[in-house]
Structure formats: structure tokens, C-alpha cells
């Protein structure tokens, strides 16, 4: 198997920097994100929008992007009236559009900025059964964990993003270890040249959003040759230097970290409830290192100013 483009760039690089917040960003700039199919909506209805927002992380220094497809899936589009082969090309249409904003900014860079700077990966964003769902399960993981219903799932989303040329996928969100373990034993079986990274997201600094310890969801995954890095995220920025402790305490695997702004999302008005203030990205991200974090980006509500920000702490 070659070598994971993670373990390629984190040779380069001390920190890899995320993206930020692609549906906030999007409803910030004044689109509508309220239906099923929530940002990945805008693969089919305005896709430039997406574009911009790719575009607008770059210039702030992301080292990988993520595409627009965390709730984008086979089922959700069909049951918006796309047929299967459209359904199909919008999730390619996912990784093809956040490639062609990559190779757009690379080859405007002059070769003294592009020596200060790595070629940005495309992660393929791959969020959970729960989230297609859209009532706010991915959040609890409390809905059934067959392994063939979800690796029927899943596949199609797999394929159409690696089809699109995503350099690694990103499985995101995810509520629970078991989920996980099936897409990534997925991968493994269907997918054997794929690699990507898993975060989990918590529920405090103990526990995943089922309720499994995070070392152990983190022990379910982590040894699979195809999983890049462990890590978590849409988590509040509390709880993150711990977990990412207890995370390095099980696995050699680089840690990722994404945290949201805080608060707790609420179904009920399809948004986010404020909580506490918290101190933004780039002043926490420091601590986040020492404790062993690799990867480190921004998930719901932040912004290109906040990875800018973060972008000149990590240099």
C-alpha cells in the first residue's frame, strides 16, 4: 500500500491545518441550509458558492480542504428527485469541485509562496448514517448499527468520491466506534489503496456521543492500515485537550481535531445554541499540540478568518 498522503505531508509539516465550517459558512454568507440534504444541497442548486468558500480557506492557509458531501448520499438525493446516476455525479461533483479550486490556487501561487507552503490535500467528507437522517442523531448515535444496511449506505458515497480524485477521505462526525469499524473494515475489503482519517465526535472529555470511552472508540479503529489519522470532532473546544490525550495514550496514529465554537446543536430549530465563550482557535490550538494533536482545523461556526488565524500560531 503507498504511503498515506498524512504520514506524506506530516513529514513536511509539524501541523497540518484544517479547513473550517462549510454549512455555517455558507447559511453566514446567506444561503439556505435547513433541508435533508443541508450544505450538500448547494452541489446541485449553486455549486459555485461551495467553490468560494474552498477558495476563501485556501487563502487562509488550509492545508486540506473537505468537500461539501457530509450529508450528501445516494439515498438523500434520490429521495430529492435526483435519479441514482444523478445522485451519483453531484457526491463526484463534491471532490471535483473542491480539486479544481486546489489546483487553481497552487497554480497561481509564485514558486516563493509555494515554497512556504504545502499543495493542499482534498479530503472526501464522509459524515454518518445519523446525519443523513437530519434529526440531530449524529450527535447521540442512537439508530440501528446493522453493518449491511450501512455498508450499503456508505458504498456509494465511497466510490463517487475517490471516482472524483479526493486524495483521502474524511469519515467525520461519527457517534459511534461500531459505525466506524464497519466503514473502515469497508475500506479495507473494497477499497484496499483508500486512506482516510476518523473522528468521533464527544460528548464531553470522556465519551464518545454513545456513550463508548473515547480510548476505546478510538482502539476500534485505529489499527487498520487504511485509517491515516484518530481523532474528533464538532466537539466543544473544552473537552479537546483531553480527549486528545487519552486518544494518544492507545495509538501512535497522528491525532485530528476539529472542534466546533462551541454550544449544543438543536434539532428542533435545525441550528446552534450558544454556550459558553470560548477563546478562539488559534489560542487553544497551542495546548492542543502539546498534548499530541497533528491535525487541527475548525468544524460549525468557524470561519476563514478563524483558520487564518490559526494558520500564523502554527506558522
Not at 458504498?155 to 464497519?182: C, H, M, N, Q, Y
Request: net charge negative; with cysteine.
Amino acid at each position: 500500500m503507498p504511503e498515506d498522503p498524512i504520514a506524506f505531508a506530516l513529514r513536511q509539516r509539524d501541523v497540518l491545518v484544517l479547513d473550517g465550517a462549510m454549512g455555517t459558512e455558507l447559511e453566514r454568507r446567506g444561503e439556505t441550509i435547513s433541508d435533508a440534504l443541508w450544505s450538500a444541497r448547494l452541489l446541485v442548486d449553486a455549486p459555485e458558492r461551495i467553490g468560494e468558500i474552498h477558495r476563501d480557506y485556501l487563502a487562509a492557509g488550509a492545508d486540506v480542504i473537505v468537500t461539501a458531501s457530509y450529508q450528501a448520499s445516494l439515498e438523500g438525493f434520490v429521495a430529492r428527485g435526483l435519479s441514482a446516476d444523478a445522485a451519483r455525479q453531484a457526491m463526484r461533483r463534491s471532490a471535483e469541485l473542491a480539486l479544481a479550486e486546489r489546483d487553481a490556487f497552487w497554480d497561481g501561487l509564485d514558486p516563493a509562496a509555494r515554497d512556504l507552503r504545502l499543495r493542499a490535500l482534498v479530503a472526501g467528507g464522509i459524515g454518518p448514517f445519523g446525519a443523513a437522517l437530519a434529526d440531530g442523531s449524529e450527535f447521540r448515535g442512537d439508530y440501528p448499527m446493522d453493518p449491511a444496511r450501512l455498508g450499503d449506505f456508505h458504498r456509494p458515497r465511497i466510490e463517487a468520491l475517490l471516482a472524483g480524485g479526493v486524495d483521502l477521505l474524511a469519515l467525520e462526525t461519527f457517534p459511534s466506534a461500531a459505525e466506524a469499524k464497519v466503514v473502515v473494515d469497508l475500506l479495507k475489503r473494497d477499497f484496499p489503496h483508500a486512506s482516510a482519517w476518523v473522528s468521533f465526535s464527544a460528548r464531553d472529555c470522556d465519551r464518545i456521543s454513545d456513550g463508548t470511552k473515547i480510548e476505546a472508540a478510538a482502539e476500534a479503529v485505529a489499527d487498520r492500515a487504511c485509517v491515516a489519522a484518530v481523532g474528533v470532532n464538532c466537539t466543544a473546544p473544552e473537552h479537546i485537550g483531553e480527549l486528545v490525550r487519552r486518544i494518544a495514550t492507545v495509538t501512535d496514529k497522528p491525532v485530528v481535531v476539529y472542534p466546533n465554537s462551541g454550544g449544543k446543536w438543536d434539532h428542533a430549530i435545525h441550528g446552534w445554541r450558544d454556550g459558553a465563550e470560548h477563546p478562539p482557535l488559534a489560542k487553544l490550538a497551542p495546548a492542543w499540540r502539546a498534548a499530541g494533536a497533528r491535525l487541527i482545523g475548525g468544524c460549525c461556526r468557524t470561519s476563514p478568518a478563524d483558520i487564518a488565524a490559526l494558520r500564523e500560531v502554527v506558522g
